[in-house]
């Protein structure tokens, strides 16, 4: 299939209801984690996009069948042991299934799998995946870019996984799916605590593993002899529900999102409040009124429960209409700023320092040709189209694919003008 683009016309608030998806980050290592199963697993809330299409593919070539039922679901089973080897052209092309390796080498002593390379978010160093599984016991070989890991035996024992940017969300991920295979006792002090990484756990937990501490720095795993196969449903999309929330709030629209735990969202919640959004939060919902103009803030993305790297652009969106000027500092991913100069070229006035960004609230964006980055600097755009005056074609929305289901179909249900087109512009070598 050829590439696709968004032809966006601005300017209409979003109205309406809008249900959040299961989440793409937890269902990623889920789906990962059925190949320590030794029985047939059936998860809800698997979300259609093009990142679990992609584990899919990657996880049918290590033996595992994956078949989508109705309405999210997804039945996962182990046929064949055969194949450990998760190719370059498939790791490559999604990071997230990197997190096959923990639990190649706790139920098979054995994977090759490739490193994941740097992506347009920055480097995406994968140390501590590796510093945690060799801590267990793993032999762990860099060889022509992949990462050769075999491990007779897994031995529980203390982990540090803390690194210069804090806690990892799929290095923690992975060492757990090690863990609960390996004799004895692990504890990972410093684990990530993303609702992600307890997700995770209570999978593994349904499948039959003994996780303590799951949400704190310090999980403790038990390892046991085997894990079945279970029956589970993934926790909501928080990165999707504060997007559809911004998104109502940037076009002064008025929208109800459902099936969204607000209490994932604390520090997005903290933020909207600072910024004198008017919204109502409930138990699995929140509504949100764009009556008002949000007040500038100042804002650091940090590992949960701060403020989430993968809202930092959408956020930064909503705000190029806001007023005041808005501080933004992205500590997990420095790099992770491509969309300012996209924003920019729509109108937005954006003053950058290195990792830091000042946003000038502007009275009104402009449709313009625009190309995304990666998964949240598109949605960024997407909801700056959506506010412009005008038209605005948005290239690379592949990347839009990968992270948010039906998008624009959600979008045109909330009263948006936004339709997918052929891309007819040839795409260009870089210009440098
Ligand atoms: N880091 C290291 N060494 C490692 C691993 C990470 O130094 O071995 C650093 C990273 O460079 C980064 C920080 O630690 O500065 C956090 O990275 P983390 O490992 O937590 O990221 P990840 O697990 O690879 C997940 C999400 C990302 C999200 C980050 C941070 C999935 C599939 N991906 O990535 O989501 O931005 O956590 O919250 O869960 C997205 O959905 O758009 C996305 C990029």
């Known amino acids: 299939m050829g590439l696709e683009k968004f032809v966006i016309e601005g300017g209409r608030p979003l109205k309406g209801e809008v249900t959040v998806s299961g989440s793409k980050n937890a269902a990623l290592p889920i789906l990962a984690a059925t190949i320590l199963a030794e029985g047939p697993c059936d ?7 093009r990142d679990v299409d992609v584990l899919a593919r990657i996880l049918g070539e290590l033996g595992v069948k994956i078949e989508r039922g109705a309405t999210g679901r997804v039945a996962a089973q182990v046929v064949s042991e055969d194949k450990s080897f998760a190719p370059y052209e498939l790791v490559s092309m999604m990071r997230a299934s990197f997190c096959v390796l923990g639990p190649l080498l706790a139920k098979r002593g054995y994977a090759k799998v490739s490193l994941p390379g740097g992506c347009a978010i920055g480097d995406r160093p994968v140390d501590l995946h590796l510093k945690g599984l060799r801590a267990l016991g793993a032999d762990i070989k860099i060889e022509h870019g992949y990462v050769i890991a075999k491990a007779d035996k897994l031995r529980g024992t203390n982990i540090y996984l803390g690194g210069p940017s804090g806690s990892s969300v799929l290095g923690t991920g992975n060492v757990m799916m090690a863990a609960v295979l390996a004799e004895g006792t692990t504890i990972i002090e410093h684990a990530a605590c993303e ?20 949400g704190s720095h310090r ?3 038990r390892g046991v002899r085997r894990l079945e196969g279970c029956e589970y449903n993934v926790i909501p999309d928080r990165i999707e529900a504060a997007t559809f929330l911004m998104a109502a709030a940037a076009t002064g629209g008025e929208v109800i999102v459902r099936n969204i735990e607000p209490t994932h969202l604390e520090a997005v919640i903290d933020k909207f409040r600072e910024a004198g959004l008017g919204f109502n939060r409930n138990c699995k919902t929140v509504a949100m009124s764009g009556k008002v103009r949000p007040k500038e803030v100042e804002l650091t993305t940090l590992p949960y429960p701060g403020f989430p790297t993968d809202l930092q652009a959408p956020m930064m969106a909503l705000m190029a209409l806001g007023q005041g000027a808005t501080v933004f500092t992205d500590l997990i991913y420095p790099e992770r700023l491509h969309h300012v100069a996209e924003l920019k070229r729509m109108g937005a006035r954006v003053i950058r320092v290195n990792n830091t960004c000042v946003v000038i609230g502007v009275d009104k964006l402009q449709g313009a040709p625009v190309m995304a980055s990666d998964l949240r600097a598109g949605a960024a755009l997407v909801i700056a189209a959506l506010c412009a005056e005008g038209e605005t074609h948005l290239r690379r929305i592949y990347h839009i694919d990968r992270g948010y289901e039906n998008f624009e179909g959600r979008l045109l249900s909330l009263g948006a003008k936004i339709r997918r087109e052929p891309d007819e512009a040839p795409e260009k070598p870089p210009v440098v």
């Open 195 to 214: 609702p992600e990484v307890v997700d995770l756990a209570n999978f593994l937990i349904a499948m039959g593993a003994s996780i303590d501490g799951a």
């Open 43 to 49: 998860i809800g809330g698997v979300p259609v996009l």
């Open 219 to 221: 999980i403790k795993i």
